[in-house]
Nanobody
Framework: DVQLQAFGGGLVQPGGSLRLSCEAS????????IGWFRQAPGKEREEISC????????YYADSVKGRFTISRDSAKNTVFLQLNSLKPEDTAIYYC????????????????WGQGTLVTVSS
């Protein structure tokens, strides 16, 4: 089993930046790929990014491409998501999720979910 926890959310002005982190603990053998999802008020859950355990392949949703960057520190079982040029529509709870592999369309499976961290973009 593996436990995930997302950190780094908060209140930021439009155009600002935040850096989210996802920390994994427990069974590292289940820590294959990591994806980021978000749930905005009144909207469906959206997969926005993922990265393989080797860091060799990444995926970004069109809604965040060019603004968000995912990276991984495998030695510390930590994945980061850099959020730049934030917009009010980025306001959501952000979750990190484990999966088998990150493909060009996103995670191939969704195995373990963290509790999420709230990002609010408002002036």
């Amino acid at each position: 089993d593996v436990q995930l926890q997302a950190f780094g959310g908060g209140l930021v002005q439009p155009g600002g930046s935040l850096r989210l982190s996802c920390e994994a603990s427990g069974s590292t053998s289940d820590y294959y790929a990591i994806g980021w999802f978000r749930q905005a008020p009144g909207k469906e859950r959206e997969e926005i990014s993922c990265i393989n355990r080797s860091g060799g392949n990444t995926y970004y949703a069109d809604s965040v491409k060019g603004r968000f960057t995912i990276s991984r520190d495998s030695a510390k079982n930590t994945v980061f998501l850099q959020l730049n040029s934030l917009k009010p529509e980025d306001t959501a709870i952000y979750y990190c999720v484990t999966g088998i592999r990150c493909y060009d369309y996103g995670l191939g499976s969704q195995d373990y979910w963290g509790q999420g961290t709230l990002v609010t973009v408002s002036s």
